[in-house]
């Protein structure tokens, strides 16, 4: 009889989501970031029940607050957390940073800032996988506030009547930026909208990461044979919106009481209660999972900033030309040489 | 294969056909593109050639279809999505130029987006304001697009055929009022390059540059002009982006004269771009100043003759070279 | 004992719409029209069970198959029809055209070429009657094309949310140009979608203006009482998708059968069975439509085109700057003395 | 009321303020406007002050809520829409372009559309490419816009105060990097009328045209240039659209150069039309060519240090400066 030590490695996971995240705070407070839009996804790690769903080649994008989902699928946090200090060795070569980090190897078809932006492209990566008959999947994460973003009903309209086989996943963490979803929303079960569109459409508990692995991995299978889905998880946003945002808009009840919906503890509380791990096997976890941390952390605090001339490669292709920089365009019409 | 007579809407069919028997990846996506076969008849029998899974009919949602056609591009197909009208591109402005535009530089280089967004503007249909207009500027403004705007048979199918080789983004805009036009088409033989400007007539006295259906108000224009005996110079640009300026700047620097003629609003558009570039590099050349010649900065309205009266017509631009040359103003005019 | 006679008042307005709608026709076909763009509503005009639920003050946008719409709510036919020959007595001075004509004063907030374009600015009518306390509501007319664009959801979700005296009608005529509604819908149960965003949705018989104006006059009165909703009405597209369509990609049996769901026929029988009218007077309603039609188109090819100076006005309010005409400012740049 | 010390937003702020004061059709709609009291603080407390009815908090969907402005102002309020970054334009060009900026026209002058569209746009945050775009250019290809962008805190307040009494649709655009600048707000006194540029500083031996932020770096510039002695005028637009171009004109008539800075992109930016309409209205008497100097034509990088160097420095202003004086390259060029 084997054990299923699944939840074991799920719960690794989160502990090294919370873990990079509370560092990724680390390197704005010590004004290490490239800027303050850093969008923490502590309270919503339950999304390894997504991520662990998903396939090696399976694909997604994600919204602002995707830290969590990218290292659910395999990211290096060493890389992202230089890429969200905009250093050369980071995985956009300092460029993207925390909302635009993407890994073409790892299947991330990038992080997006434009709220709903990175939507629609699952579609297309649905495209491409029905017409080459490849059986990957594409998943879109983002927010609830993207729930109030026509773009998603188009994209849902396209997966559900071509059949492709994508999923939308809402992670739902109750706000967008100051704004409650009951403020934002005319009404709350987004999952009819979706049915209503043409998907299947199930609900997470983003405190129970082991739940939304169930029901994600239903939807991820019904997406690989074409019937594409919507899921919602629930969860609580721990902190403010970004790094600058105290939270203004909210009690500090409110807070308090959010913050119990605590996916990681409660997954720790778990494994140690299924025999999956005792205690000091978990704080070995967590553990490993702060050093790891901490040598990212650290690595990016010491990398090297990109080169200024690299600003100008990848705006197209290599071997396409290139733009020119304006201090060179100037001093061609100025130059005593060219007049 | 040797060339034949065709019309430009044809040159473009073809081009899409050739460039989707040589690549499975090709695949055209947007409204009414399959069964109707385009609302101006381009991609017509495309749909019984390659399947619904290659010609892809799409609802209404041309923020999603483009946003689609981006992620299919991603993943490795070479998607063609069509804009009905490119008046409707403010719809999917955020998805071309913040996506498709910006995904290879925000992701470093590993993420490309090889896609042609295929659309057509102009005037000419009475068709208003919201089917009428010449948008290429915003294009223009976008760092990470390339845009082509082909005014000849023979380009209409080179330079979509060279679109779909890029490995970047690729807005190609059509011109409604040229879809009947006839010409010849040389599948072998391109007027030039991808990215390089074509005289289209020689001329010693101004240089005449322009794109799209004001080619051919240029050309008519230069005729006229030579009739008063000025021999003006018509550079058709082709491509806006890339664009390889040494054409330009050498036609101007023969002539010292440049009109810059587009039938979009002139404030703001490709014509007040191309005359600042020439301004800057010409300056020691120029005996007089650089002029655009562009449509009215007004809304496009309904009404035929104010249609027709709101954009550059062969005689404004004869006339506009006529006084740029200190002739009289003719008789004509 | 009174007799209810607005089904007589509506068969009246049908009868016009239809008239009316024949004349553009012939409009086009004399080569009077401003361009071809020129979408009849031939086979909807049920929805004057819609118009005869509005009241005076209420205020609507249309998609660019509208004429019905504004004949509903008390269009000249003479101002229309010259609007739509792009002459100076039309509506909007010849500027607009066909896909472009409104009325300030009928509330006619604008016809709309870009599909859905219309569809928010109700929102922003209802927010207006909302803060000033009017009661007055705002409707969208708009096809079944627009239900797949992103702006629908996003306008229907801010009218729920915020509770405003609004109302979304789908003329649903099976058909956006050569794309039946199935190919283009992952789902077709409109009203669940509408619903899902937490408006009242009802369902329209487009053969049966009554049926449709006792479903309207409910949604109507809800929406003034501050409970927005949506209705769909069904319905056939009689003709092809504009003047130039000769809808190739229907079969004539299933263009026959389409025909069959004559509203204008249906409205008319019923007023002769209810004995509304007899035959003879009702065939007396047809002939005071065609003559009142055949005046209008007759008006609309003498009237006079705009000057073409006036391309220059209603750019912005008049007495602030106004664009300079290009060969002014060439003139100005080039002439002999400016040099 | 007399003259304060005060900043750039909380001038914005006051101007939001005055403005609903005097009239209750005055209303702000946008994401975060209320509660929140704006992502950049600008309307903090005004929920407060004027209810939820009139500083409505509105969902993300930007084309939505522009398009609710436009529906709200044909029907007689007076919108304020706040969009939190220039940068998702794209998702409002069609509510923009093709409905607030035509419905005048279309309508043949029925229908008003008396609107502003806040939003804010630059550099200076590292806030990436999608967040630190300066996209003015679509705006003023846009026939129909009003187009305000105030560099200062006397035109923060003033401008918004005029672009509320303007009968057509305004876009206003602050710069994310001037919020905390502190200046002179005198509610009394503009620094001009609408649409009139300001000449800030007096100089005889060239031009800089600019706006927004980078007329202070502008300023520094000619500060630098000054100390080679070079004599500098700086010109502040102000206002994009209407735009009084004789005092620019007058300017460069004088000192026979030109350079026009902008943050944005350089290509088909405003710059170039800029430059465009000097070269077209000032040939004989310039010494120079126009330049222009802007944005690099990349995305913007989040690399502080790559975000900085893509767009213009004083340095590269002064350096620019002395070459277009034909002076030598300086030692810390
Ligand atoms: C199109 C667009 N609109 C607005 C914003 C500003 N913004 C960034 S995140 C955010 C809130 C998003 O909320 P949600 O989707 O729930 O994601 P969360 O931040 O809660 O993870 C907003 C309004 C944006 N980046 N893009
Ligand atoms: C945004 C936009 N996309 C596409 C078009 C081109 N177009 C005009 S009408 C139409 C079909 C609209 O179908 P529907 O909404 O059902 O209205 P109907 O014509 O059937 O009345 C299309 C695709 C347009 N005008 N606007
Ligand atoms: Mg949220
Ligand atoms: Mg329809």
Known sequence: MTTNTAPLSRYRTMRRIRSFEERVGELFLRGESAGSMLHLSIGEEAVVGVTDAMQKGDTFTTHHRGHGVFLGRGADPARMMAEIGGKASGYCRGKGGSMHIASHALGHLGANAIVGGGIPHVVGAGLTYRNRGTRQVSVAFFGDGAMQQGILYEAMNMAALWKLPVLFVCLNNQYGMGTRVDRSAGRLAFGERAESFGLAAAHGDGTDVEQVHDVASQLVVGARDGRPGFLEIDSFRFYGHARMDKSPYRTPEEEEEGRKRDPVLKARERIIAEGLATEDEATEIDTDAAEEMDAALESAVTAAPPALDTMFEDVFAPGTPAPRPQRDRLRAILSEDAA | ?333
């Open chain 2, 1 to 333: 294969m040797s060339a034949i007579e065709t019309t430009y809407r044809d040159a473009i069919r073809q081009a899409l056909l050739d460039a989707m028997e040589e690549d499975e990846n090709v695949i055209l996506i947007g409204e009414e593109v399959g069964l109707y076969g385009g609302a101006y008849g381009v991609t017509k029998g495309l749909i019984d050639l390659y399947s619904a899974n290659r010609v892809i009919d799409a609802p209404i949602s041309e923020a999603g279809i483009v946003g689609t056609a981006v992620g299919a591009a991603m993943t490795g197909l070479r998607p063609v999505a069509e804009l009905m009208y490119v008046d409707f591109i403010g719809l999917v402005m955020d998805q071309l130029a913040n996506q498709a535009a910006k995904s290879r530089y925000m992701f470093g280089g590993q993420i490309a987006v090889p896609m042609v967004l295929r659309t057509q503007g102009g005037t000419g249909r009475s068709a208003a304001a919201q089917h009428s207009q010449s948008l290429e500027a915003w294009m223009l403004h976008t760092p990470g697009l390339r845009l082509a705007m082909p005014a000849t048979v023979n380009d209409a199918y080179h330079l979509l055929r060279d679109a779909l080789r890029q490995p970047d983004p690729v807005v190609f805009i059509e011109h409604k009022g040229l879809y009947t036009m006839k010409g010849t088409l040389d599948p072998e033989t391109p007027d030039a390059g991808w990215g390089t400007p074509v005289i289209r007539r020689d001329g010693k006295d101004l240089t005449i540059v322009t794109y799209s259906r004001m080619l051919h108000e240029a050309m008519r224009a230069a005729d006229t002009m030579a009739e008063a005996g000025i021999d003006a110079e018509v550079i058709d640009l082709r491509c806006l982006n890339p664009l390889d300026e040494a054409a330009i700047f050498a036609s101007v620097q023969r002539t010292g004269r440049a009109m810059i003629v587009t039938e979009a609003a002139t404030a703001g558009s490709a014509a007040s771009e191309i005359a600042a570039r020439i301004g800057e590099s010409c300056f020691d050349w120029l005996e007089e100043p650089v002029v655009r010649i562009g449509g009215e900065d007004i809304p496009i309205p309904v009404s035929p003759s104010l249609e027709k009266g709101s954009i550059p017509s062969a005689q404004l631009i004869a006339e506009a070279g006529l006084w740029l040359m200190r002739k009289e103003t003719p008789a004509w005019a």
